[in-house]
Antibody, heavy 118, light 112 residues
Framework: QVQLVQSGAEVKKPGSSLKVSCKASGGAFSSYAFNWVRQAPGQGLEWMGA????????NYAQGLQGRVTITADESTRTVYMELSSLRSEDTAVYYC???????????WGQGTLVTVSS | QSVLTQPPSVSGAPGQRVTISCSGSSSNIGADYDVHWYQQLPGAAPKLLIYINTHRPSGVPDRFSGSKSDTSASLTISGLQAEDEADYYC????????????FGTGTKVTVL
């Protein structure tokens, strides 16, 4: 059974950077796309970007271009999401999700709460 | 701002049928890109409910069904149950500059 386990909650200062990890177990790793999705308090889901480790660089949502970087480490089966120049509006729960062969996001991590506050 | 529009809320009594719409455009649903649906229970991660417009993953009750037509899609819950009270999101691909994958605005389903 596929499991995605994310790193723990974080509190960050405005202007700082954030790195969240997502470790995958079960199933293949390098041939699947891993996506990052965030959800601000009381708000909807926002797609941030995705990576397929066997295909190279990630794709990002236009609104986050330049601030977000998604990488994958095949040796540890871990996907990372870095977000820089944090502002209060980045306060959200961040999820990683595997994209199945049907292109739906079939497995999700438990979410990582990130609070940006001075 | 999402490019897929859903009603903020729908409600129904147990046993009733409710339908959630997902309205898109010619750059996403209307461009023949598939629609997926997710259920998010309070405090939990989203769960894939419907994939490729009409298909249910293993374990999803058959009271959930999806459809797609032109620039919109719908999720129907037939025989509403108390445990169906949750937020529901549609998702598709968008070929415009606004993004890659896009989610709907989300719909809160309340069981009366």
């Amino acid at each position: 059974q596929v499991q995605l386990v994310q790193s723990g909650a974080e509190v960050k200062k405005p202007g700082s950077s954030l790195k969240v990890s997502c470790k995958a177990s079960g199933g293949a790793f390098s041939s699947y796309a891993f996506n990052w999705v965030r959800q601000a308090p009381g708000q909807g889901l926002e797609w941030m970007g995705a990576i397929i480790s066997s295909l190279g660089p990630a794709n990002y949502a236009q609104g986050l271009q330049g601030r977000v970087t998604i990488t994958a480490d095949e040796s540890t089966r871990t996907v990372y999401m870095e977000l820089s120049s944090l502002r209060s509006e980045d306060t959200a729960v961040y999820y990683c999700a595997r994209e199945g062969y049907t292109y739906g996001f079939d497995f999700w991590g438990q979410g990582t709460l990130v609070t940006v506050s001075s | 701002q999402s490019v897929l529009t859903q009603p903020p809320s729908v409600s129904g009594a147990p046993g009733q049928r409710v339908t959630i719409s997902c309205s898109g455009s010619s750059s996403n649903i209307g461009a023949d890109y598939d629609v997926h649906w997710y259920q998010q229970l309070p405090g939990a991660a989203p769960k894939l409910l419907i994939y490729i417009n009409t298909h249910r993953p293993s374990g999803v009750p058959d009271r959930f069904s999806g459809s797609k037509s032109d620039t919109s899609a719908s999720l129907t819950i037939s025989g509403l149950q108390a445990e169906d009270e949750a937020d529901y999101y549609c998702q598709s691909y968008d070929r415009s500059l606004s993004g890659f994958y896009v989610f709907g605005t989300g719909t809160k389903v309340t069981v009366l």
